[in-house]
T-cell receptor, first 117, second 115 residues
């Protein structure tokens, strides 16, 4: 079965550079989430999209932006990178429309490991 | 503030022993609760999902229970094996809005099963 695809898997950037992370959700899933996981930390919610519209926003820095395109893939753009941005970035997708309440399961990609040097 | 906590943070057991992992949440208005497994540096693998209307779910050696009134979920892993060594995270999906509900994670329990 198709899973959530993230690219690249690994990325090394210098401080103040820009990075773009891509996410391809499971086909026919209508919701995409982005999470950041620092070393030894639990995943922190950044932002989500439902049917290509931003649906919720968490602790996402102003230097970061994201969007979901017509083909449902999503991109997380990160500018003016800082050392503290080094983390695993996960994308997840789920299918919420038409599901019984509570029957929404989120599936995660393998993540992009971003290292800022 | 909606919080999810997992205690203990780490657990070490001999092979064959049953594992009991605890998850508590402060807001009982949930859509569902999901349990994940994460190997070091890897992605999150969904193990079980319990809808808010359910009390438990089972998959093989795994059984997860949900008690909304007390704000608790428990993941049981029977007859643990060294391959079960990983970090286990629970996450609640909030009931705030009809779509785009996000998952809020607990801090995870790091499990080591010793041969």
């Amino acid at each position: 079965a198709a899973g959530v695809i993230q690219s690249p898997r690994h990325l090394i950037k210098e401080k103040r550079e820009t990075a773009t992370l891509k996410c391809y959700p499971i086909p026919r899933h209508d919701t995409v989430y982005w999470y950041q996981q620092g070393p030894g930390q639990d995943p922190q919610f950044l932002i989500s999209f439902y049917e290509k519209m931003q649906s919720d926003k968490g602790s996402i820095p102003d230097r970061f932006s994201a969007q979901q395109f017509s083909d449902y893939h999503s991109e997380l753009n990160m500018s003016s990178l800082e050392l503290g941005d080094s983390a695993l970035y996960f994308c997840a997708s789920s299918n919420q429309l038409g599901q019984p309440p509570g029957d929404t399961e989120a599936f995660f990609g393998q993540g992009t490991r971003l290292t800022v040097v | 503030k909606q919080e999810v906590t997992q205690i203990p943070a780490a657990l070490s057991v001999p092979e064959g022993e049953n594992l009991v992992l605890n998850c508590s949440f402060t807001d009982s208005a949930i859509y569902n609760l999901q349990w994940f497994r994460q190997d070091p540096g890897k992605g999150l693998t969904s193990l079980l999902l319990i809808q808010s209307s359910q009390r438990e779910q089972t998959s093989g050696r795994l059984n997860a229970s949900l008690d909304k009134s007390s704000g608790r979920s428990t993941l049981y892993i029977a007859a643990s094996q060294p391959g079960d060594s990983a970090t286990y995270l629970c996450a609640r999906m909030g009931k705030i809005k009809a779509a785009g509900n996000k998952l809020t994670f607990g801090g995870g329990t790091r499990v080591l099963v010793k041969p």
